[in-house]
């Protein structure tokens, strides 16, 4: 209750003070804060329990929590989508919207049930929704896992707002604890897995959901823990570091200039990336993948809410620059020199005979490929 508080009233307030003011109320919300959790799927002890306050009143009255500054969707239509258009889809509801779209019409049961895990607002869902419908399909609901009851309310606020209040149904739930009652012809989650302790708990679920012919279909973050970078990233983005003017240094989400680029873990306070460097390899284990794309990883710190919104998307010198980092971003990622952080998947339980299916990929990017094996 006292970190909420802090967290409500007293941060804001802070953030607004001269800089000399803010350190001694950082460490009284040190005091507070909520230790790191363990990166072990634990989600019975304190520290689970505290994060979970943590991470709730952060999403309380945040509506929008996919936006990014203009030079990240510079650097997205340059680069990012002209790749994703080879396979048919401009964007990741796009991509929800045609795997869905496949398995309806693979699906016997009607209505076809579809089930998003951690979809906060809804937004996406009733985008993806409105989109199925706009194909023609109906018959078919998307239950929509949540735990915070203030994003419920915004989604089906949402959903009433764009006429398919009758398809979208938020569900209470907690995704490391969440049991499926049904069968799904699809089991989708969109940058939630990098939220979740018990990984192996959900994908488990998630099997059983799927059964022997659904689909579970993502997009998420699959870079280190705490969306930190791995050494061998690390010294790379410091290289490009070293060339950006001081202002643009500056860390507008944690408040603080970084004269050297400092590896911060978000998990500490919350679960952002809590296990995210577990996830791809747990997903090869567990499931047979039909389509795999991944993408990305020293462009990162420059493009985010961090330090995005210092570059210029208008400015010629901002977009060389983004150019460059992403030129070798690729080179390296190719060369299996650095690892993804990010990808789409969509994919089978490992039953059924799906692993005679040739998943499709960017290039030699296969799943496999993409694991961190550095020591």
């Known amino acids: 209750m006292i970190r909420s508080f802090l967290r409500r009233h007293v941060v804001p307030f802070a953030r607004r003070l001269p800089r000399p003011l803010q350190e001694p109320l950082r460490e009284i919300w040190r005091a507070f804060a909520p230790r790191p959790i363990a990166h072990t799927g634990r989600v019975d002890d304190a520290a689970y329990l505290a994060h979970i306050e943590n991470e709730t009143a952060r999403f309380d009255a945040q509506t929008e929590v996919h936006d990014l500054p203009a030079i990240a969707h510079y650097w997205s239509n340059k680069y990012l989508r002209p790749r994703l258009e080879t396979f048919g889809f401009s964007d990741p509801e796009q991509f929800f919207a045609g795997v869905l779209d496949q398995a309806f019409r693979e699906s016997r049961t009607r209505p076809a049930r579809f089930v998003s895990i951690g979809a906060g607002n809804c937004d996406a869902e009733v985008r993806i929704a409105s989109s199925l419908r706009e194909r023609g399909i109906e018959d078919f609901t998307i239950e929509c896992l949540e735990l915070n009851a203030s994003m419920r309310e915004r989604g089906a606020a949402l959903a009433r707002e764009a006429g398919v209040a009758a398809r979208i149904l938020p569900v209470a739930a907690d995704f490391n604890h969440w049991q499926p009652q049904h069968e799904y012809a699809a089991v989708i989650a969109n940058q939630s897995l990098h939220h979740v302790v018990d990984l192996e708990g959900l994908f488990d679920a998630i099997s059983r959901a799927i059964a022997d012919h659904g689909v579970f279909a993502t997009s998420d973050m699959i870079g280190r823990n705490g969306h930190q970078r791995w050494p061998e990233a690390l010294a790379i983005v410091r290289e490009f570091w070293r060339e950006l003017p001081l202002d643009y240094r500056y860390n507008l989400q944690l408040q603080r200039r970084e004269k050297t680029f400092r590896d911060w873990d978000c998990s500490r306070e919350g679960f952002e990336g809590v296990r995210a460097q577990d996830i791809l390899p747990l997903l090869v284990e567990r499931f047979h993948f039909d389509f795999f794309f991944a993408h990305s990883n020293l462009i990162d710190p420059f493009i985010d809410r961090s330090f995005g919104p210092h570059f210029d998307a208008q400015s010629e010198r901002d977009r060389a620059f983004i150019d460059r980092v992403q030129a070798r ?47």
């Open 329 to 375: 971003d690729e080179t390296e990622i190719l060369a299996g020199r650095i690892t993804p952080t990010h990808m789409l998947a969509a994919m089978r339980g490992k039953r059924g005979g799906s692993e005679d299916r040739t998943p499709r990929i960017w290039k030699h990017l296969t799943p496999d490929f993409c694991l961190r094996r550095h020591a």
